[in-house]
């Protein structure tokens, strides 16, 4: 028998609805899908964290204690980045040993725990203050196809997390590039090698996912990974109800009532329905060059989206192309949080800015200079030289460097007068500052889910970056719109009204923004003094920091963004005389 985890709650909706799904639209299912007899339940961890606060203007924490509530049988499970939790850098070690037992207080049961560059120093300390508070552990290994990355370098991989106490090994095939031979390969040489059970875990991205599955019960795979249909396929995981069906009368069947898993399915169908809408047409079919590019099924609908953002969209081939040159360059990290990102973002510059690391972003550079762990293969040295010039990269576990962070952070948030008032609303502030901060100020703005194909609303998200201008279509013309809001004064919307309007043409000693996305910090001030390549400001888009610099050598004449106002490629930033 072959046992199935359930990923509806997380990883589907991640991958193909960019993590949209609201609480309210999971609970009146729970009670069903908790008889069913699944492993476990996916429903947290990933990018449903940033999301839950970032779009839909929802506690991640409240959403967790929801499920536990009416998920009494089923053991829940969550995705963990390592020393990174659910953020996109490495966090110091207290902050790791507070947020991981919050986790199972909350009602995490299981927790599958990696590194995006396999790095194990990048895992232990999470893998142990798991299994010091109860937890069962999956240690992942992050699959991927590079000429570094063999079955060899994998089960020595995962026989060292056994070693460390891992209750599983899971196979992570984010990008769902596993073929059927290559599962049935690394899952038999794994059985061989481990006394703990293996789980795989793969995207339908290629269209092989339910072969592979197939081909990994007959090496001896333990447990699938598998999505109810309405939200599988494409990007997403394999469907459950025909794989069940598949595995039906064979050695592998895991014994689930088809019935009872039809008539869930109906009631996620609805539920797509409602965000249908927002169901890009990359994410819902097969695509074989995901086999050459790699990007996993969560990127593949944020990437696209980011690009339609930045105005940009018909240079998304170009994007895809320039990808997999980026990842060689850089030594060839899996695709995942937040490689993914560090390598998708630099791709996309790349591309926008018509030169090759022209620009590059923050986390490129802590990447190059080893902040992110050790990469599979060594950077090319003429990237390198480019992006860190004669900086020595660390060769130390990058946490090594951090100082404890809890203290700082517990006064960050007194000072700002942000209103938390458990541990749990702390350690959010410590992974996403910016965003948190407009959360727990109430400066997230609702907005409607697109309407449906019927004409009708559908529903409502909550997201900080509501756009302010359309492009309108009557009678076949176009029509450039744009809306000003009308909205409760605010400490930013003071802000805004100190700032001077930003001008129609571009000045001379101006400084544009590389891409659409959110200053989030500011280093200059109008009369301050500038050096020619000096950090005036920092952009956080897709999710990563790029620092802006200057390209004249004076004095800040006028500044005309403020911190946490969403700008577009090529505005002015501000202007140096």
């Given at each position: 028998?072959?046992k199935i985890?359930?990923?509806t709650l997380r990883d589907?909706h991640q991958?193909l609805?960019?993590?949209?799904?609201r609480?309210?639209?999971?609970?009146?299912?729970?009670?069903?899908?908790?008889e069913?007899?699944f492993?476990?339940l996916e429903?947290?961890g990933?990018?449903t964290f940033?999301?839950a606060?970032?779009y839909?203007?929802?506690?991640?924490?409240d959403?967790?204690?929801?499920i536990?509530?009416?998920?009494?049988?089923?053991?829940l499970q969550?995705?963990?980045r390592?020393?990174?939790?659910?953020?996109?850098?490495h966090?110091?070690?207290?902050?790791?040993?507070?947020?991981?037992?919050?986790?199972?207080k909350?009602?995490?049961?299981?927790i599958?725990?990696f590194?995006?560059?396999n790095?194990?120093?990048n895992?232990e300390l999470?893998?142990?203050?798991?299994?010091?508070?109860?937890?069962?552990?999956q240690g992942?290994i992050?699959?991927?196809?590079?000429?570094?990355h063999?079955i060899?370098s994998?089960?020595e991989?995962a026989?060292?997390?056994?070693?460390l106490?891992?209750d599983?090994?899971?196979?992570?095939d984010?990008?769902?590039i596993?073929s059927p031979?290559?599962?049935?390969d690394?899952?038999?040489?794994?059985?061989r090698s481990?006394?703990?059970p293996?789980?795989?875990?793969t995207h339908?991205?290629s269209?092989?996912g339910m072969?592979?599955?197939?081909?990994?019960?007959q090496a001896g795979?333990d447990?699938?990974?598998c999505?109810?249909s309405?939200?599988?396929?494409g990007?997403?995981?394999?469907p459950?109800?025909p794989?069940?069906a598949?595995l039906k009368?064979?050695?592998?069947?895991p014994?689930f009532?088809?019935?009872k898993?039809i008539?869930?399915?109906y009631?996620?169908?609805k539920?797509r329905?409602?965000y249908?809408?927002?169901?890009t047409p990359v994410?819902e079919?097969?695509?074989?060059?995901?086999?050459?590019h790699?990007i996993p099924?969560?990127?593949?609908?944020?990437?696209?989206?980011?690009?339609?953002?930045?105005?940009a969209?018909?240079r998304?081939r170009?994007v895809?192309?320039e990808?997999?040159?980026v990842?060689?360059?850089?030594g060839?990290?899996p695709?995942?949080?937040?490689t993914?990102?560090?390598?998708?973002?630099?791709?996309?510059l790349?591309?926008l800015m018509?030169?090759?690391?022209?620009k590059?972003?923050?986390e490129?550079?802590?990447?190059c200079?080893?902040y992110?762990?050790r990469p599979?293969?060594p950077?090319k040295?003429?990237?390198?030289k480019?992006v860190?010039?004669?900086?020595k990269?660390?060769d130390?576990r990058?946490a090594d460097?951090?100082?404890p962070?809890w203290e700082?952070?517990?006064?960050?948030?007194?000072?700002l007068g942000?209103?938390?008032d458990?541990e749990?609303d702390?350690?959010t502030?410590?992974?996403y500052p910016?965003?948190?901060a407009k959360f727990f100020?109430?400066?997230l703005?609702p907005?409607?889910?697109?309407?449906?194909?019927?004409?009708?609303?559908v529903g409502?998200?909550?997201?900080?970056?509501v756009?302010?201008e359309?492009?309108?279509?009557v009678?076949?013309?176009e029509f450039?719109?744009k809306v000003?809001?009308v909205l409760?004064v605010?400490r930013?919307?003071?802000?805004?009204?100190?700032t001077?309007?930003?001008?129609?043409?571009?000045?001379r000693g101006?400084i544009?923004s590389p891409?659409?996305?959110?200053?989030?910090?500011?280093?200059?001030k109008v009369?301050d003094r500038?050096?020619?390549?000096?950090?005036v400001a920092?952009?956080?888009?897709?999710?990563?920091q790029?620092e802006?610099?200057?390209?004249f050598e004076?004095?800040v004449?006028?500044?005309?963004?403020y911190?946490t106002?969403i700008?577009d490629f090529g505005?002015?930033?501000?202007?140096v005389?």
């Open positions: 028998m072959v985890t359930d990923t589907a991958s609805i960019a993590t949209r799904l609480t309210e639209d999971m609970l009146p299912i729970l009670e069903k899908m908790d069913v007899g492993y476990s429903c947290w990933g990018a940033d999301a606060m970032r839909l203007c929802e506690d991640p924490w959403r967790l204690r929801k536990r509530e009416r998920v009494q049988k089923t053991p969550m995705l963990l390592g020393q990174n939790l659910l953020g996109y850098r966090y110091s070690d207290d902050i790791v040993k507070r947020f991981i037992p919050l986790c199972v909350n009602g995490i049961d299981i599958r725990i590194d995006a560059l790095d194990i120093r895992m999470a893998i142990k203050v798991a299994k010091d508070v109860g937890a069962i552990v992942a992050c699959y991927t196809i590079s000429p570094v063999t060899e994998f089960v991989l026989v060292k997390l056994e070693e106490g891992c599983v090994i899971c196979i992570k984010m990008s769902g596993i031979q290559a599962a049935y690394l899952v038999l040489a794994l059985k481990l006394r703990v293996v789980h795989l875990h339908s991205t269209g092989m072969v592979s599955y197939y081909a990994a019960c795979v447990i699938i990974d999505a109810f309405p939200f599988a396929g990007t997403s995981q394999p459950l109800e794989m069940v598949c009368g064979t050695p592998y069947d014994g009532d088809l019935e898993l008539e869930i399915g009631y996620w169908l539920v329905e409602k249908q809408a927002l169901i994410a079919r097969p695509d074989v060059s995901v086999l050459i790699q099924g969560g990127m593949i609908t944020n990437l696209y989206s980011q690009l339609k953002e930045q105005r969209v018909d998304y170009e895809l192309e990808v997999p040159r990842r060689e360059d850089l060839y990290p695709l995942v949080t937040p993914s990102q560090i390598v998708g973002t630099q791709a996309v790349n591309v018509g030169e090759r690391y022209k590059v972003t923050e490129v550079k802590r990447y200079l080893g992110y762990g599979p293969a950077i040295e003429e990237v390198l480019k860190i010039g004669d900086e990269p660390i130390v990058p460097l951090l100082e962070e700082k952070i517990v006064q960050e948030v007194q000072e942000l209103a938390v458990s749990e702390i350690l502030y410590a992974m910016q965003i948190a100020r109430c400066e703005v907005e409607e889910i697109p309407a449906s194909t019927s004409g009708e609303k409502t998200v909550a997201v900080n970056n756009p302010d359309f492009v309108v279509t009678d076949g013309e450039h719109v000003r809001p409760s605010t930013v919307e003071e802000e805004k009204r100190e001077p309007v930003r001008p129609r043409e571009i000045p101006a544009t891409m659409q996305g959110m200053i989030v910090a500011l280093k200059k009369g500038v050096q020619k390549g000096e950090t920092v952009l956080e888009a897709m999710k990563m790029t802006i610099h200057s390209d004076g004095v004449k006028e500044i005309y963004v911190e106002e700008v505005d002015v930033i501000m202007v005389e």
